[in-house]
């Protein structure tokens, strides 16, 4: 009876239900989750920056344990990876930029006032006295009725963006409310579609205006790599890139903003409206004469296949990102590595954790892929270059799973849901928590717009399910202390480690959790790995068209 009743407790708690020792290799082990990170964010490993010996250590050290589990190569021409051709720029971040008006330059410091990088391929970037504009939240979408541009032409400008969505801020009564999701930020809310709109509309530098909630980080993160950027060496987007992109203080735009007579807190009002238009700021320029230095990298994702059975030409993922930030300047402590233990050596880990449990299981119908990409930190580069190019067909992928980042601070009575109504593997979802003794929790910020942010998204753009798994998107229900200390988890790890020489190893970790988030993972593979179903998206969902225009090559 005490055995039993031991055995039930550690099955809700830890999602791994005692068992015989034969059938242990079928279970998660946390233990193995530890080590695995202890290795992979050693100093050895020099924070795991793509294009340096890290990568090496890295990409040898995953093929190796791939190999060791007896999966086959998943990537080209039957080798373990695939090659992520990228660019790794830096311009120099000692050199100030500068606002000029009425005859008087205000310079701007990196890292401090201004945070600016390239994605262009160029030796030096000269920008001499662009006009600038200021373009509100700098969305056009047609199909909310909003366009924030109007007849402005930003050709050869330097354009200023408010963080996040329109409505982000908007009290109730306000035109702009729900128009975009309230809280949850779009894709129009991202940095990224606002350099990207930028460089379509012929800008010559886009700067996002940092506040910390609404970006959903503070601003040492946004400034953590001034001057460095990574992109794909062939991008395949259809606009070349701004040739300056990145962060302005709050209190750098709110000096710029009194140049020209206006109040940065007056213009966020104004600008959560649908009758707000772009305008220039009359009488101020941007200048930048930066030397900038490119590496060419021949980068890696990493590639393991599981193959199937009677449906063997369909394919689950399960992915996770390897690198990490590299090294950057000197800590309190004088540590330079930021190994990214938690982002995502655990994740990577946990896909490593899948792949060992799924192989020493039953066999499955289906194919599964097991993909740790590249440059995930620098935009989602790898993730982003296999669904340009992918070895497996998408439209003949089920489903993608992402660990990135999971949370260390024990068991916990809920999952959390990133990106709340996107697809069904959501409802997949809580019958796997239900049958550990959980439930499903949406994520608790979803103004920090954490589903743009992570390598499904590659995925999701060309149509495929995904599912992401992401210990920051909300503070758990802990057993050990509820939601407080869920809560009081994430704000310590981001407000203090996130991208930091902090998010190290540590062997005090409570991987209970992780286990469980995992675990879950591992059902839902389970389940689809031997079913003919293929999850849909939901009604609604901005995903749904592109996958029911492949709907013929999947069969029933």
């Given at each position: ?38 290795v ?12 340096t ?17 007896g ?11 695939q ?82 969505d ?81 962060w ?10 009194a ?35 490119v ?7 990493v ?25 950057g ?42 993909a ?54 959501e ?8 049958s ?6 949406p ?44 809560e ?66 999947r069969?029933?």
């Amino acid at each position: 009876m005490i055995y039993r009743a031991v055995c039930l407790l550690l099955s809700i708690l830890a999602a791994t239900a005692c068992s015989k020792p034969e059938e242990n290799a079928a279970k998660i082990d946390p233990g193995r989750l530890s080590e695995i990170v202890k290795v992979l964010a050693s100093e050895e490993f020099g924070g795991r920056a793509p294009g340096t010996p890290g990568e090496d250590k890295t990409v040898a050290y995953l093929v190796d344990q791939f190999k060791s589990l007896g999966l086959e190569p998943g990537g080209e021409n039957g080798s373990w990876t695939q090659a992520v051709p990228m660019i790794h720029t830096r311009v120099d971040a000692s050199t100030p930029v500068f606002f000029g008006s009425g005859g008087k330059s205000d310079p701007l410091e990196q890292g401090v006032d201004i945070e600016v990088s390239t994605l262009r391929n160029l030796d030096r970037i000269r920008i001499e006295d662009a006009p600038v504009a200021f373009v509100g939240f700098g969305v056009d979408a047609p199909e909310r009725e909003w366009n924030d541009f109007g007849s402005i032409d930003l050709e050869g400008k330097v354009a200023i963006f408010l963080v996040n969505d329109p409505d982000f801020a908007a009290g109730p009564n306000e035109p702009a409310a729900g128009r975009f999701g309230g809280r949850r930020m779009t894709y129009y809310g991202r940095w990224a579609y606002k350099f990207e709109e930028a460089a379509r509309r012929g800008a010559l530098a886009a700067l996002v205006i940092h506040e910390t909630e609404a970006a959903g980080y503070p601003w040492s993160v946004a400034s953590s790599s001034p001057g460095e950027n990574y992109a794909l060496a062939q991008s395949g987007e259809s606009a070349r890139p701004v040739a300056l992109q990145g962060w302005l203080h709050n209190d750098a735009a709110a000096r710029l903003l009194a140049r020209a007579g206006l109040d940065l807190d007056k213009l966020r009002v104004e600008a959560r409206s649908p009758e707000f238009e772009a305008f220039d700021l009359q009488g101020v320029t941007f200048s930048a004469d930066l030397s900038n230095s490119v590496e060419t990298i021949e980068s890696r994702n990493v590639l393991a296949l599981l193959s199937g059975g009677a449906r063997a030409d369909e394919f689950l993922m399960a992915s996770a990102h390897w690198d990490a930030y590299g090294k950057g300047e000197p800590d309190a402590r004088g540590r330079t590595v930021r190994p990214g233990a938690n982002d995502d050596a655990l994740g990577t880990a946990g896909v490593l954790e899948l792949a060992r449990v799924l192989k020493a299981g039953p066999p499955l119908d289906r194919s599964v892929l097991f993909a740790v990409w590249t440059g995930e930190e620098s935009g989602l580069l790898g993730s982003k270059a296999y669904a340009a190019k992918p070895v497996h067909p998408l439209e003949k992928t089920a489903a993608n799973f992402t660990l990135d980042i999971l949370q260390t601070a024990g068991a916990a009575r809920d999952i959390i849901l990133v990106g709340e109504g996107q697809s069904e593997l959501e409802d997949d979802l809580v019958r796997a928590a239900r049958s550990q003794g959980r439930v499903v929790t949406p994520e608790s910020l979803p103004e920090n717009g954490l589903f743009y942010r992570a390598d499904h998204f590659s995925m999701a753009r060309k149509g495929v399910p995904v599912l992401l798994i992401m210990g920051i998107a909300g503070g758990a229900d802990l057993v050990d202390g509820g939601r407080e200390a869920g809560e009081q988890w994430v704000a310590d790890y981001v407000g203090n480690c996130y991208h930091k020489t902090c998010d190290a190893w540590d062997p005090d970790w409570d991987l209970t959790g992780a286990v469980q988030d995992i675990s879950a993972i591992r059902m839902i593979m389970s389940d689809l790995g031997n079913s003919s179903r293929w999850p849909e998206w939901k009604p609604g969902s901005e995903f749904k068209a592109i996958r029911d225009r492949t709907a013929a090559a999947r069969k029933p």
